[in-house]
């Protein structure tokens, strides 16, 4: 037997044994990835992410949506349990009436990682892992960028168009972004108002909300969580004839969602700042995650990803991973 030969069996031997077993325990897994409303393109890019990754992977990924309804979320899952799915990634309706089902999906021996949006603390034991940005930094950024936004102003009197008030998202942004804000006491909260994360919803929320305090001076400015809310919020200012930026009279938006909206009004001075929450990212390092653990790998409970601010000075280095 040639030298030549016995050291093409043993590369070949070698191949198998690093990427034979990941294949094999992968191929043909079936994926739930049970979500929210694909009519919101942040959710939508993440489960075409995971879509793609999984199925490079050789998984059989399933989109199941619920829309904002815990109820139909909870029958999701248990559905998912029913069918015997290999795993399941969720992003879910309600930090709280999900645990049940998780509770379930546990005691069934279904992994679950979490997407994007964390539950309520105290459970962490029902889920796998989490794959996201932390919330907290979303909030806190966009704090961060308003303070700074106003600071050369004698009032602040501001406005929050929050995504879905029932999930956790929302909740923890809003904390964080209080929390930021306080550094400057001359920042009024006025209305906190709930667009569910809608376009639509928050042109028209903002729209009644420039009707409502014109009688004060108007909102000095608003924090619109997602990149497409504060497409709406300028969409309202656009048509109520308020105008948008930093100098005095003019109204500040703010977001923690990046999206092409954001992108271009930043870049066209409409929108001051935005935040790194990249749903891309999210869904390719779930997918990798999912992966791991089918494979029989130890996994991080927290894969938190970096969150950074983004305005008109580094708009241009978020371009690309912010549109999708």
């Not at 004698?154 to 972004?177: C, M, N, V, Y």
């Not at 108002?193 to 042109?203: F, G």
């Not at 790998?297 to 970096?306: D, G």
Request: glycine residues 8%; positive net charge; aromatic residues 6%.
């Amino acid at each position: 037997m040639s030298r030549t030969f016995v050291a093409a069996v043993l590369a070949a031997a070698l191949f198998a044994s690093a990427f034979g077993p990941a294949a094999a325990d992968t191929k043909n897994k079936r994926i739930a990835f049970v979500a929210t409303s694909t009519k919101n393109p942040f959710i939508a890019a993440i489960a075409r992410t995971i879509e793609k990754e999984g199925q490079a992977r050789g998984m059989k990924v399933t989109v199941l949506t619920s829309g904002y309804d815990s109820a139909a979320q909870d029958q999701l899952i248990g559905d998912t349990i029913a069918q015997k799915y290999d795993a399941i990634a969720l992003l879910p309706v309600d930090a709280h009436a999900v645990i049940p089902a998780l509770t379930r999906a546990k005691q069934a021996g279904l992994p679950v990682v979490l997407v994007n949006s964390p539950i309520e603390s105290g459970h962490e034991d029902l889920y796998t892992a989490f794959v996201g940005e932390r919330q907290e930094e979303l909030g806190n950024a966009s704090g961060e960028a308003l303070v700074h936004a106003v600071k050369n102003r004698k009032t602040a009197k501001i406005a929050i168009i929050s995504g879905t008030l029932s999930e956790a998202t929302p909740q923890l942004r809003i904390e964080s972004f209080k929390k930021a804000i306080a550094k400057d006491p001359k920042i009024r909260i006025l209305s906190i108002e709930d667009a569910k994360w809608n376009m639509a919803k928050s042109e028209q929320i903002a729209g009644q909300l420039f009707a409502r305090y014109a009688a004060q001076g108007g909102l000095d400015a608003i924090y619109a969580m997602a990149d497409n809310m504060a497409h709406g919020v300028v969409q309202a200012a656009k048509a109520a004839d308020v105008q948008l930026g930093t100098s005095d009279g003019k109204l500040i938006v703010v977001s923690s969602t990046c999206m092409k909206f954001g992108m271009d009004h930043i870049r066209a001075g409409r929108q001051y700042s935005t935040a790194t929450n990249l749903p891309t990212r999210t869904g390719r390092v779930a997918v990798e995650v999912i992966a791991d653990v089918l494979n029989g790998k130890t996994v991080k409970k927290n894969n938190f990803q970096p969150v950074e601010s983004i305005t008109g000075g580094n708009v241009g280095k978020y371009v690309k991973a912010c549109t999708y």
